[in-house]
């Protein structure tokens, strides 16, 4: 049966839960202890929907910023583009509009830009209203998700839900 190659990247702050979030989604699993990821990532999972099937091709990017000049050779090309932060932290919303404004500029100009706000298990420690980031996002034409990697909550609906939805565009 014939698939269609769907190109996703991950981008964001180190820690927000990137890793976390495509071992999740591509394996089921979730470590407490997630290794830092050292370069990038490719993990790859097929999937249908609607009787389509779609193999994703996902790759999971080092945020420290010394790895940053590398993030293009992962951003090119991508059909879709998740910028992650962690719902506790401000300073990570802050480093995902300078990835949102990249990615603007210097991005394929039909990459759908997903804005995701993880760790929403962490409901004490929640520093980031939903309303706020969620308003930053329509105001910047991106699609908005929040997620815990830790529950899985939300983690499936924002690999199915944005691959439907962007695939016919
Ligand atoms: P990355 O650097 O963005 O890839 O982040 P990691 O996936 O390595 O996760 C960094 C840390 O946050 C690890 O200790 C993870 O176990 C933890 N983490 C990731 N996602 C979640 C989540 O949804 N909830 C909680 N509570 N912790 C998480
Ligand atoms: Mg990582």
Redesign the pocket.
């Known amino acids: 049966m014939s698939s269609t190659n769907y190109k996703m990247v991950f981008l ?1 702050e ?8 495509v071992i999740r989604f591509v394996k089921g699993e ?8 050292v370069g990038a990532a490719f993990l790859a999972k097929k999937i249908t929907i609607k009787n389509i099937n779609y193999k994703l091709q996902i790759w ?1 990017t080092a ?1 420290q910023e010394r790895y940053h000049s590398l993030a293009p050779m992962y951003y090119r090309g991508a059909h879709v583009a998740f910028v ?1 932060y962690d719902i506790t932290s401000p300073d990570t919303f802050e480093n995902s509009k300078k990835w949102i404004k990249e990615l603007k500029k210097l991005g394929d100009p039909n990459v759908h830009i997903v804005l995701v706000g ?2 929403i ?2 409901v004490q420690e929640r520093m980031l209203k939903k309303e706020f980031c969620k308003s930053y996002a329509d105001k910047n034409g991106l699609a908005f998700f929040e ?4 529950t899985s909550e939300n983690v499936d609906q924002l690999f199915l839900t944005t691959t439907e939805l962007f695939s016919k565009t």
């Open positions: 964001g180190t820690a927000v839960g990137k890793s976390s979030l979730f470590s407490p202890t997630q290794e830092p990821t999971d945020g992650v993880n760790k298990d962490l997620t815990s990697a830790k």
